[in-house]
């Protein structure tokens, strides 16, 4: 079966700092999504995104926050200035269609903000 | 507003022992329904889903759902659980067209 494919498993950085989470989705799904699981807790929607804009996104989802599919492969997800509440796994997911389609999850990055 | 509520954290089974795990949603309109499946280390994996037709349906793994409307439930179950089953399962639906709303997950062990 196809995979998303997101990199790297686990990133450590220091408050304040900027990361970028990379993610390869499946290459013909056209939605692409990012979600978040603190630790202990559910699963949270962060941001969907199809034909190059985003078209929904959470509360969570502020400014700090960007996304970018830079070349026709990669989705990327910046947090610009972390802060220690951002310490989660993020999961990067995508599908062919819209909302009766499954996701195809990635393994997540782990993401530890010291 | 949507939800999902799975209200068992954690559930503990012994092999071989059936499995109903419980899933109540709250959503105004017919209801696009998902469980997935976390296993250690891993992403999501899709167990099944129903959007329409027979309220009973079928996944991977020996997995299946029944989906009742009356009750706003989509509850999983397995008449048989395996110890290769323990993992965290989530309850999601889908939220207008582009967001999924998860629950907050049941965590099952199995016991050999």
């Known amino acids: 079966e196809p995979e998303v494919t997101q990199t790297p498993s686990h990133q450590v950085t220091q408050m304040g700092q900027e990361v970028i989470l990379r993610c390869v989705p499946i290459?013909?799904?056209?939605?692409f999504y990012w979600y978040r699981q603190i630790l202990g807790q559910k699963v949270e929607f962060l941001v969907s995104?199809?034909?190059?804009?985003?078209?929904?996104k959470s509360e969570i989802f502020d400014d700090q926050f960007s996304v970018e599919r830079p070349d026709g492969s990669n989705f990327t997800l910046k947090i610009r200035s972390t802060k220690l509440e951002d310490s989660a796994m993020y999961f990067c997911?995508?599908?062919?269609?819209?909302?009766?389609?499954?996701?195809?999850f990635g393994s997540g990055t782990q993401l530890s903000v010291l | 507003a949507q939800s999902v509520t799975q209200p068992d954290i954690h559930i503990t089974v012994s092999e071989g022992a059936s499995l109903e795990l419980r899933c109540n949603y709250s959503?105004?309109?017919?209801?696009?329904l998902f469980w997935y499946v976390q296993s250690p280390g891993q992403g999501l994996q899709l167990l099944l889903k129903?959007?329409?037709?027979?309220?009973l349906v079928q996944g991977i793994k020996g997995f299946e759902a029944e989906f009742k409307r009356s009750q706003s439930s989509f509850n999983l179950r397995k008449p048989s659980v395996h110890w290769s089953d323990a993992a965290e399962y989530f309850c999601?639906?889908?939220?207008?067209?582009?967001?999924?709303?998860f629950g907050t997950g049941t965590r099952l062990k199995v016991l050999a």
């Open positions: 129903y959007f329409s037709g027979d309220t």
């Open positions: 995104f199809y034909n190059n804009e985003i078209s929904e």
């Open positions: 997911a995508s599908s062919l269609g819209g909302r009766s389609e499954k996701l195809f």
């Open positions: 999601a639906v889908a939220s207008g067209t582009y967001k999924y709303i």
């Open positions: 959503y105004g309109a017919t209801p696009y």
């Open positions: 290459s013909n799904h056209l939605y």
